[in-house]
């Protein structure tokens, strides 16, 4: 990752050498990504579909005794905080719930508690966590783990959607691309060397959009990667302007929640499958939709609990927090962390696609998706309201006051009022006494980050006010 002096002196630079030193840079990562280990690691992992259930326990276990082993001796925080467990006793993933789970703030308070002892952050690489309201932790790999992760990326979700690293590709995400005030193309950056094409994601609209899918063409991009949210905003633009479909292989996307409306989009324009993924910087789980729509927990990169608000098990078909812990991370061991995103296992495991990997349903990303009540109550698990209405494109709490908010309302085909009363309803039902009023709106609005979430608590987020204020009239704040 750059820091800020380089990119300062990278943004004076012509676009040309901007894109020489994207291609230069990529050189330089790809001895991190896609050295020897990364070749051994592609090889293993492409024999997956004929593991047994027993080979991939007694590997997971293995692994696990030695993450637990690891920690309880040389990591400072576990070393500490274990001193009265029986951590000898954990042999297989049964066993954890005899360690407390990990907040993220204890993890904030002292990242390099978390180090193992001897291990030098600089000799590590560093993952910071985008955090919604500007507190980014920084999460330490060892160097062995960047290129697993990325043979594991390769194998277990390119491959998975029908790509791989070197087809052509244009990627969205929260990175600036181009200085913000740019006023005309190209809205992008192309890495030739891995053929790449980076668009901004903050200067998608009816205007630009034309210009951003000649580019595909111009790149010839054959699949797309990146938040939902951006690549559904162009999508839509794309079709609102009545610009011919531009079909490609796949979309895979992550790091927000893909509502209905924005994979229709997706795949209305790109015809081709929007395939939703989950992962995290930190490291701790990954999944993957296949063919069938189905989210396939992938094994090898940790261990998944679903838990619920007291720590207990979910049922199946139960929503509860993603808690898990990193199998390859042993240099900052990350062991029953708290992510912070909701899922259920499916009630039906059975897939037809033939992975037999656990099945989530009902992801729900670090949306933080609760409102706090003026007697400070959290009422969490709102998106699994605002998810219910099929003729709403999508929608946001927006949380101005301790006992007001806003319902804003995108609305779809056949949309009425009375549906998003409904949703309305249904949320006050959870919350009791509040006041909700619904705005239809035209688009939703997205982070500085340029990320779709579902709740936003407006004292968190002050950079948000200015936006908020603008399109909502009666907003007082
Ligand atoms: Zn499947």
Redesign the pocket.
């Known amino acids: 990752m750059l820091n800020d002096w380089k990119m300062q002196l990278y943004w004076h630079l012509p676009i040309r050498i901007q894109e020489a030193a994207l291609s230069l840079y990529a050189k330089h990562l790809e001895k991190i990504y896609y050295n020897h280990i990364y070749e051994e690691w592609k090889q293993w992992l492409s024999g997956w579909k004929n593991w047994t259930p027993e080979y991939i326990k007694e590997w997971k276990e293995q692994r696990l005794q030695h993450i637990i082993e690891t920690a309880a001796k040389h990591v400072p925080y576990y070393h500490n905080q274990w001193k009265d467990r029986n951590w000898k006793s954990i042999h297989t993933e049964a066993d954890l719930h005899l360690i407390p789970t990990l907040e993220k703030q204890s993890l904030r308070r002292n990242e390099h508690a978390f180090i193992t002892n001897g291990a030098k952050p600089k000799s590590l690489w560093l993952e910071k966590t985008s955090g919604t309201t500007g507190t980014s932790l920084k999460i330490y790999w060892p160097m062995l783990m960047v290129p697993q992760w990325y043979a594991v990326t390769e194998v277990m979700v390119r491959n998975i959607a029908g790509v791989e690293q070197e087809t052509p590709r244009a990627m969205i995400g929260g990175r600036p691309i181009i200085p913000g005030d740019t006023k005309k193309p190209p809205y992008w950056r192309f890495n030739r060397r891995w053929k790449q094409l980076y668009f901004s994601s903050y200067h998608i609209s009816q205007k630009t959009v034309a210009e951003y899918v000649e580019a595909l063409k111009k790149y010839e991009s054959q699949w797309m990667t990146g938040y939902g949210s951006a690549i559904a905003t162009l999508a839509e633009s794309a079709l609102d302007d009545g610009i011919n479909p531009y079909p490609i292989e796949a979309v895979i996307v992550s790091g927000d929640t893909l509502l209905r409306g924005m994979r229709q989009s997706i795949e209305q324009f790109f015809k081709c499958k929007c395939f939703d993924s989950y992962g995290q910087c930190e490291g701790v789980s990954m999944a993957m939709e296949?063919?069938?729509g189905?989210m396939?927990i992938i094994p090898v990169v940790g261990i998944t609990e679903i838990l619920r608000e007291d720590g207990t098990p979910c049922e199946s078909g139960e929503t509860g927090e993603i808690v898990a812990t990193s199998l390859l991370n042993d240099a900052m061991p990350l062991i029953r962390y708290r992510t912070g995103d909701y899922a259920a296992w499916a009630e039906d495991q059975c897939?037809?696609?033939g992975?037999p990997n656990p099945?989530i349903t009902n992801l729900i990303g670090r949306t933080d998706d609760y409102l706090i009540t003026a007697d400070g109550r959290k009422v969490g698990r709102l998106s699994t309201a605002m998810k219910r209405s099929p003729t709403i494109h999508s929608a946001q709490i927006v949380q101005d006051k301790p006992d007001h908010a806003f319902l804003l309302v995108r609305p779809g085909e056949n949309y009425r009022l009375s549906h998003a009363e409904a949703i309305r309803d249904d949320i006050l039902e959870r919350i009791g006494k509040f006041d909700i009023e619904i705005i239809e709106v035209p688009e939703i609005p997205k982070t500085p980050q340029g990320k779709t979430v579902l709740v936003v608590r407006l004292d968190e987020r002050p950079v948000m006010k200015e936006m908020y204020k603008k399109l909502i009239k009666r907003i007082d704040i």
């Open positions: 296949c063919l069938y189905q396939h897939c037809p696609c992975n099945i």
